[in-house]
């Protein structure tokens, strides 16, 4: 969860989100050098008074200065293909799980069992324990199995939303008459919060998501309950 002072991506709880904090910190690498490379180059040329006619008429500096940028970009669009292939993949998921967002809240259901939906408000600053987190707790909060690939199919009843966990690297846009669909991977145990990250109104900043994941065998247990 995002704290305060804190300027770095969130602790990934996903292979996913490892991936794409890998990718960030290659991209920023990238991005410091070039900046060290033309600061140094503007430094030199202003240091003196004297007009330096090689760059200004030469074949030699407009080569380099052509190809140097087309091999960064292949360094960096290289892995982000590589990761756009990743994000969009299914791959045999063991439970799928719908949420469909309204003004302004989100409704769940377990498509893979009978009778297990609900809706998830915003928990009011006056009814929060005092361990609450203020605009990120709900009501009812989402209950998934850790260590399972799970799909969820995103949608929206009203406006555009977008169903936003930074944690585990997931972002998609819940649109009225399309199903999107992705999926992700948790791999510990603990909550895990994300918010609405489409403009969809009034009260757009008070539509928060809460993801719990626990073991299996106490998601099943969850699950017997919500049946009976």
Not at 66 to 74: E, H, K, M, S, W
Not at 94 to 111: A, F, L, N, R
Not at 164 to 180: E, F
Request: net charge negative.
């Amino acid at each position: 969860m995002a704290t305060w002072s804190n300027l770095n991506l969130q602790d990934s709880a996903s292979p996913l989100m490892e991936q794409l904090a890998f990718f960030h910190d290659h991209t920023l690498l990238i991005i410091i050098m070039i900046t060290m490379l033309v600061g140094y180059l503007m430094s030199t040329l202003f240091s003196n008074k004297f007009t330096n006619r090689l760059l200004l008429e030469g074949q030699t500096i407009e080569i380099i200065w052509t190809i140097l940028p087309a091999i960064t970009l292949v360094f960096i669009a290289l892995p982000s293909l590589r990761l756009l292939y990743l994000l969009d993949e299914i791959s045999d998921p063991s439970i799928t799980m719908k949420s469909i967002g309204h003004q302004w809240y989100w409704s769940y259901e377990y498509s893979d069992f009978f009778n297990v939906e609900f809706d998830s408000y915003m928990t009011p600053y006056n009814e929060m324990p005092k361990n609450g987190f203020r605009l990120l707790d709900v009501d009812n909060r989402i209950i998934l199995p850790m260590l399972s690939q799970i799909r969820i199919l995103v949608t929206a009843t009203d406006v555009l939303h977008s169903w936003t966990v930074p944690s585990l690297g997931v972002k998609i846009d819940a649109t009225p008459g399309r199903l999107n669909q992705t999926s992700f991977f948790m791999n510990r145990p603990g909550l895990f919060y994300g918010q609405c990250s489409e403009i969809c109104g009034a009260n757009h900043s008070f539509m928060p998501i809460t993801i719990e994941s626990i073991p299996s065998n106490m998601f099943i247990n969850w699950i017997k309950n919500m049946n009976n």
